[in-house]
């Protein structure tokens, strides 16, 4: 079955480290997101990508970088920039420049210890 | 003023009855309109696109009103299954990249 894939399901990170999300799939979608969700908030755009080897900032890049190397994969990296990582990430794909809706993969709930 | 706004809610019914959500928006040259639903703790999902004519979708109905700027979700007879955040989801106008910007979402508690 063709879908987004992100792993881990959960992550804890130390403070100052550097952590990498995964985000995979396998459904030929050009485009590809990295949305942040805060209890009780709506989703922020942190990251995207339309093609290979080009991404954008999103509202909240600060603190976070991204690589598109392949069409399917779009790993996301929490620095220790970022003061205040804690929160559900979701990674989404979709068709690219046509207007469609997204489709998400499962998100990586992040905490800091 | 927020890019899109609903009201969080929450909106506690009781099952069978028929419940509305509403949502703004500010930018009158948004095209693409959806409503997702996102359970607790999970990914949102597509629940249905929004289209001029307005569509329904068995219980669901969604509405679009461009010159009030505001959509609409209709569920009639709400069963328990329904309880989840409804998210009110708009097209970016500022690029053709696809890009949606997402409500706050309206919780919905369907009780017995």
């Known amino acids: 079955d063709g879908g987004i894939t992100q792993s881990p ?54 603190g976070y970088s991204v690589s598109r190397e392949k069409k399917e994969s779009f790993p996301l990296t929490v620095t220790s920039a970022q003061k205040n990582p804690t929160a559900f990430y979701l990674c989404a794909s979709s068709p690219g420049r046509k207007l469609y809706g997204y489709t998400f993969g499962s998100g990586t709930r992040l905490t800091v210890v | ?79 328990l299954s329904d309880s989840a955040t409804y998210l009110c989801v708009v097209n970016r106008v500022s690029s053709n990249t696809g890009k949606l910007i997402f409500g706050q979402g309206t919780t919905l508690q369907v009780k017995p």
Request: aromatic letters at 14%.
């Open chain 1, 9 to 62: 399901k959960y992550l804890f990170r130390k403070e100052g480290q550097n952590v990498t999300l995964s985000c995979e799939q396998n459904l030929n979608h050009d485009a590809m997101y990295w949305y942040r969700q805060d209890p009780g908030q709506g989703l922020r755009l942190i990251y995207y990508s339309q093609i290979v080897n080009d991404f954008q900032k999103g509202d909240i890049a600060e």
């Open chain 2, 1 to 79: 003023r927020k890019e899109v706004e609903q009201d969080p809610g929450p909106f506690n019914v009781p099952e069978g009855a028929t419940v509305a959500f509403n949502c703004t928006y500010s930018n009158s040259a948004s095209q693409s309109f959806f409503w997702y639903r996102q359970d607790c703790r999970k990914e949102p999902k597509l629940l249905m696109s929004v289209y001029s004519s307005g569509n329904e979708d068995g219980r669901f109905t969604a509405q679009l009103n461009r010159a009030s700027q505001y959509i609409s979700l209709l569920i009639r007879d709400s069963k």
